[in-house]
């Protein structure tokens, strides 16, 4: 399935949306997978609904499958050790 014009990875569209949710705190990391077009990203959103509100705002929404993963907090992160 093509994308359609001005949403395509050549478009500004895209990253400038991803930079955007980025500086907003949702988009704390991204990474490329092995393979054309593939990303896992590691999100934040107050919750499942919101989360879905963000996800739906990139221009290429209808042409990427996504998947999302609840995660908490682990009591060993070393983030969180005082």
Request: no cysteine; hydrophobic share 35%.
């Amino acid at each position: 399935m093509a994308a359609p014009s001005g949403t395509g990875p050549e478009s500004p569209a895209e990253p400038k949306r991803v930079r955007d949710l980025a500086a907003e705190g949702h988009l704390i990391r991204l990474w490329t997978l092995s393979g054309r077009g593939r990303a896992v990203g590691l999100w934040q959103a107050p919750g499942a609904g919101r989360l879905r509100e963000i996800l739906r705002s990139l221009p290429m929404t209808g042409w990427r499958t996504v998947d999302t993963m609840p995660l908490t907090r682990h009591p060993g992160d070393p983030a969180q050790v005082t």
